[in-house]
């Protein structure tokens, strides 16, 4: 696979060097075949990216890399709730997901803190 830092080695973003990309993108980085350690992708919002797309996402780059995100407050006011149910219905063990819902980011503020 193509490292997504070789194509991007200046670019900083976040928690060292951390890049989270859009799922709006996703077929760009599986055409590239671009990954990277430090590649992670938020799932909102919730209108805008499909079941099916997150579910691509896991399979390219793995559960530990898709971060939990709502646009809260943007959208509708239950985007939060909705996110959530979203999550909770993917046929994923409950392990991966509680690491979407929140311990993938504690994970990486932990890291950015230590």
Do not use: C
């Not at 579910?55 to 709730?81: H, M, Q, R, S, W």
Request: hydrophobic content about 40%; cysteine-free.
């Amino acid at each position: 696979m193509k490292s997504w830092n070789i194509k991007q080695k200046n670019l900083k973003l976040g928690l060292r060097y951390l890049s989270v990309a859009h799922l709006f993108g996703l077929e760009l980085f599986i055409k590239e075949n671009l990954i990277d350690d430090n590649l992670y992708f938020d799932i909102s919002p919730l209108q805008l990216i499909s079941t099916k797309r997150l579910i691509e996402a896991i399979n390219y780059v793995g559960v530990e890399k898709i971060l939990f995100g709502t646009d809260t407050p943007y959208g509708a006011k239950d985007n939060l709730a909705r996110s959530i149910t979203r999550i909770n219905k993917l046929h994923l063990s409950d392990s991966d997901k509680k690491m979407i819902l929140g311990m993938n980011i504690k994970r990486l503020l932990r890291q950015e803190i230590s």
